[in-house]
């Protein structure tokens, strides 16, 4: 069973604050998929990032970061000098990477942190 | 416009009723979802399908739904006798698999409110 736990249910921050999104995972699976969704208020689930389990190394894209520990099944998403539009909610998701594992069809999704950026 | 594409954005209909929605993916892509989402719940996962073949079906997905992906293009989602608890948001999603899967992208949904 797979299951993605999104402690933060809202979160409010001044337009150019850094923001950080906490994402912790529960899965079976050895390897896997982790990824970012937004959800503005417009309803499209917007892709952000995906991660491999098999590969640690945190990156940057932009304003985003992410920072993946398995040791501890996180995968926390960063906005640096958060702007007005990055208001949304935003969803951390798993998914199983091999063919074998029941999952590996679908994304399970955690709750949801709606970020709201105040100018 | 080449993403997901859902029809109607918004469905009112009355208990009893049934609705259908439709999904057109993006054209390359070979797997489609569908994926139920209620207020301050993320997306869970209805039923996906790999070109025309429906692999697989969720628990939450009761006899009074049906979906189809004729001819491995658009597909439609059927809900029969709709109920009150049937009211949420319906996402439709697509990606392409080859050896892997890939991310896959979102539709705009569409909000059914049964009355």
């Known amino acids: 069973a797979q299951k993605v736990t999104q402690a933060q249910t809202e979160i409010s921050v001044v337009e150019k604050e850094d923001v950080t999104l906490d994402c912790v995972y529960e899965t079976r699976d050895t390897t896997y998929y982790l990824f970012w969704y937004k959800q503005p208020p417009s309803g499209e689930l917007v892709f952000l990032i995906r991660?491999?389990?098999?590969?640690?190394q945190n990156e940057i894209s932009g304003r985003y970061s992410w920072n993946f520990q398995k040791s501890t099944s996180s995968f926390n998403f960063t906005i640096t000098a958060s702007q007005v539009v990055d208001s949304a909610v935003y969803f951390c998701?798993?998914?199983?990477?091999?063919?074998?594992?029941?999952?590996?069809?679908?994304?399970?999704f955690g709750s949801g942190t709606q970020l709201t950026v105040l100018p | 416009d080449t993403g997901v594409s859902q029809d109607p954005r918004h469905k009112i209909t009355k208990r009893g009723q049934n609705v259908t929605f439709r999904c057109d993916p993006i054209?390359?892509?070979?797997?489609l979802y569908w994926y139920r989402q209620t207020l301050g719940q993320g997306p869970e996962f209805l039923t996906y399908?790999?070109?025309?073949?429906?692999?697989?079906k969720s628990r939450l997905l009761s006899d009074r739904f049906s979906a189809e992906r004729p001819k491995g293009s658009f597909s439609t989602l059927e809900i029969q006798r709709t109920e009150q608890g049937d009211s949420a948001m319906y996402l439709c999603a697509s990606s392409l698999f080859r050896l892997r899967n890939t991310e896959a992208f979102f539709g705009q949904g569409t909000r059914l409110t049964v009355v």
């Open positions: 054209s390359e892509h070979n797997r």
């Open positions: 399908f790999q070109n025309e073949a429906q692999l697989e």
């Open positions: 998701a798993l998914s199983a990477a091999l063919l074998s594992s029941g999952s590996a069809r679908q994304l399970t």
């Open positions: 991660r491999n389990s098999f590969d640690e």
